[in-house]
Structure formats: C-alpha cells, structure tokens
C-alpha cells in the first residue's frame, strides 16, 4: 500500500487524490503512517468518509 502512496508523490499527482484504506486488517495508525488519508474498517465506513470528503470539496 504505501508503494502506491510513494508513486502518486513520485508522479506528483498525490495531492490530486485522496487514498482510503480499508478492511480488518488496516488501521488508522497504518493508513497515518504510510501517508494515506483515511482508513476504514468496512464499506459503510468508507463510504462516509468518502461522503465527507465531498462536502469539504
């Protein structure tokens, strides 16, 4: 995951999009740590953020 973070800076398009983790198995700290902008732990979630994010834009 944090291959794909590193290649949208590499490519200098990660400020052009947001990157949401999500599952069981990823969590806020990873997401934080890796430099992606939200974590989610099922759909229901990510959606929310994703809903969120929208109303900022």
């Not at 990823?26 to 099922?42: P, Q, R, S, W, Y």
């Not at 990510?46 to 834009?57: A, D, F, N, R």
């Amino acid at each position: 995951m944090k291959v794909i973070v590193d290649m949208l800076t590499h490519k200098r398009i990660r400020e052009k999009v947001k990157v949401l983790l999500g599952g069981n198995a990823v969590t806020k700290e990873f997401a934080e740590e890796i430099g992606a902008d939200a974590a989610a732990l099922n759909a229901v979630e990510g959606v929310e953020i994703c809903k969120k994010w929208m109303q900022k834009s």
